[in-house]
C-alpha cells in the first residue's frame, strides 16, 4: 500500500481497496475523540489551508472541525472574492497556492472548475485535498459516505447499492470508482439528460464495476440496501455561486424517495445516504424514519476528515 503521507486527496480513481480500509481503520481509532467531543493533541504543530472558491457548509467546516478536534490551526477563506483571487486581479491557482503553501501544511480546496485542485496540487509542495471540483470528483465525501456504510452495516461488499440523481455530478464519480474496489452492485436512476455518460460508462466497465441503469426508484428500491441520493434540481457545479430564482422546479417521482416508498418497496434494514444539501428529492417526514442515515454522514464526515488529515500530515502511518 502507497504511504498516504504527503499525499494528494485528489480522486478516488485508482484508489487502492487496502487504502480505503486504512482510511476506515484510523477513522475508527480516532473516532471517540469525536464522540465524546474531546480533543487530542494529535496535530497540534500543524496548520490546514481552507481555499474554497465555492460555497460549502459540510466539507469546510468538517475539515476544519477534524482539524480543531486534533488541535491544529486553521486559516484559509470561504469566499474568493475576499482574495486576490476573486477580484480584479483574477489570481491563477500557481499563484495562489505559490503563497497558501507557507501559510499551512495542508490545503483543502473546493473550485468551481474541474481540475483546479490537480493544478493547486503541480504547484504546492504540501499535500492538497480535493473539497469538490466542478462537475469533478468529491472524494472525501464519497469516503465519508463509505465509512457510514461500514460503521451501520458492518461491511461493505456484498451490499446492493441505489444512487438516485444528476449522475454528472462529483460524488458520482468518485463513487462509480470508489465501488470498483469492493463487490458491490448499483443501479443508477437519472433523468435522460442527467445520466451516465458514454465516457464514464467506459470508465466504470474498465474499472468492473457491476452496474445497471433505470428509470424509476420503484423499479430498483427493492433490492438497494444502500440509497445513495442526490438532487436532480441543483445548481450549476462549474459557477463560483448559483443563486436560487424565484421558482424552482419539483423533482419528478422517478428520483424522489418518500415515507411511503420506503415503507412499501424497500428493504427494512436498508440505509439512506444523501450528502446534504436536498430540495424535495427526500422529504423531511422520511428524517425520523428507520432508514435515513444522513445526520450519522455528518458525524462521519469530521472522523473520515481527522483520518485524512492524520495521515497525510503523517501523524498516523
Ligand atoms: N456534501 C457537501 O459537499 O456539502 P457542502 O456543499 O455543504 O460542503
Not at 65 to 83: E, I, S, Y
Not at 250 to 274: C, G, Q, V
Not at 300 to 316: D, F, H, I, Q, T
Request: with cysteine; net charge negative; proline share 5%.
Amino acid at each position: 500500500m502507497r504511504s498516504f503521507i504527503g499525499r494528494d486527496i485528489l480522486s478516488l480513481k485508482e484508489f487502492e481497496r487496502q487504502e480505503f480500509m486504512r482510511v476506515f481503520q484510523v477513522g475508527k481509532e480516532l473516532e471517540p475523540i469525536a464522540r465524546d467531543r474531546r480533543n487530542s493533541n494529535l496535530l497540534q504543530h500543524k496548520t490546514l489551508v481552507a481555499a474554497f472558491y465555492q460555497p460549502s457548509t459540510r466539507t469546510r467546516l468538517a475539515h476544519e472541525a477534524a482539524m480543531h478536534r486534533l488541535c491544529g490551526h486553521v486559516v484559509g477563506f470561504a469566499d474568493p472574492k475576499m482574495t486576490r483571487a476573486g477580484d480584479f486581479y483574477q489570481e491563477s491557482i500557481k499563484d495562489t497556492v505559490k503563497m497558501l503553501e507557507y501559510y499551512g501544511d495542508v490545503i483543502v480546496m473546493r473550485h468551481f472548475q474541474q481540475g483546479a485542485p490537480h493544478e493547486a496540487a503541480k504547484w504546492a509542495s504540501i499535500p492538497v485535498i480535493n473539497g469538490g471540483d466542478g462537475w469533478g470528483e468529491h472524494p472525501t465525501q464519497i469516503l465519508t459516505d463509505l465509512y457510514t456504510v461500514l460503521q451501520e452495516k458492518g461491511r461493505i461488499d456484498g451490499l446492493n447499492w441505489l444512487a438516485v440523481g444528476d449522475m454528472r455530478m462529483r460524488t458520482m464519480h468518485s463513487l462509480g470508482y470508489a465501488l470498483s474496489q469492493f463487490a458491490c452492485p448499483i443501479t443508477f436512476v437519472a433523468p435522460p439528460d442527467m445520466g451516465l455518460t458514454e465516457e464514464f460508462k467506459t470508465e466504470l466497465r474498465q474499472y468492473s464495476v457491476d452496474f445497471s441503469e433505470a428509470e424509476h426508484v420503484e423499479q430498483a428500491i427493492a433490492k438497494a440496501d444502500v440509497i445513495l441520493v442526490e438532487p436532480v434540481v441543483q445548481p450549476d457545479y462549474t459557477k463560483s455561486r448559483d443563486e436560487r430564482g424565484r421558482e424552482v422546479a419539483l423533482t419528478p417521482a422517478n428520483y424522489r424517495i418518500t415515507r411511503e416508498l420506503l415503507t412499501t418497496k424497500a428493504k427494512p434494514d436498508a440505509i439512506l445516504l444523501h450528502s446534504l444539501p436536498r430540495m424535495d428529492e427526500i422529504p423531511t417526514d422520511v428524517d425520523i424514519t428507520r432508514w435515513s442515515r444522513y445526520w450519522q454522514e455528518a458525524f462521519s464526515g469530521v472522523v473520515v476528515r481527522m483520518a485524512l488529515l492524520a495521515l497525510v500530515l503523517g501523524a498516523m502511518e
